[in-house]
């Protein structure tokens, strides 16, 4: 059974990373987001969960900003050809809905299967809005804080230059 925002907000308490969550209508894009976010400070991000052709599933976390070519990734973090992984795959291994992808998912892939990519110039960041496992809010951390919650779940996250010189 996928975990519940409460069972992620007392995970994050447990391990006393601090949050603050401000709620919104459910966002399904970045557009959609910077349209009805409201001005949350910090770095705003972007999720893709993505299958190489070798079944390998990846989270590739960036600023929301950040163009991201799936033909030239797999050089970046050392995967196969790439594509998004289909959203019963989403559903079963991260426990999210389409539109609600998010490292606090990671909660949720218990045989930690998924190979995390963090964008160098996001982890540099004070502050990182991700939703908590659903698109009608977003939740503020501390970039290390977040990388805490990664280690936490069981995962060793890579942190990758993602942005082209």
């Known amino acids: ?33 910077k349209a009805l976010r ?14 190489d052709k070798r079944d390998q599933l990846w989270l590739v976390v960036c600023p929301e900003d950040r163009s991201i070519e799936l033909k030239t990734l797999p050089a970046l973090i050392g995967s196969a050809r790439l594509s998004f992984a289909r959203p019963e795959v ?26 995390v990519i963090l964008d160098a110039e996001l982890m540099e960041a004070d502050q990182v809005n991700c939703h908590p496992l659903h698109n009608a809010a977003t939740t503020t951390i501390a970039a290390a804080g977040l990388l805490a919650f990664i280690r936490a779940c069981g995962h060793a996250p890579r942190l990758v230059a993602l942005r082209r010189p």
Do not use: W, Y
């Open 1 to 33: 059974m996928a975990a519940t925002p409460q069972d992620l907000f007392a995970r994050l308490s447990e391990l006393g990373i601090a949050t603050l969550t401000t709620e919104h209508p459910p966002v399904f894009t970045v557009e959609e987001a």
């Open 38 to 51: 409201g001005q949350i400070p910090g770095c705003h991000i972007k999720n893709l969960f993505l299958k």
């Open 90 to 115: 989403l559903r079963l291994v991260l426990g999210v809905e389409p539109g609600s992808v998010t490292p606090f998912a990671l909660i949720n892939d218990t045989s930690r299967g998924v190979a």
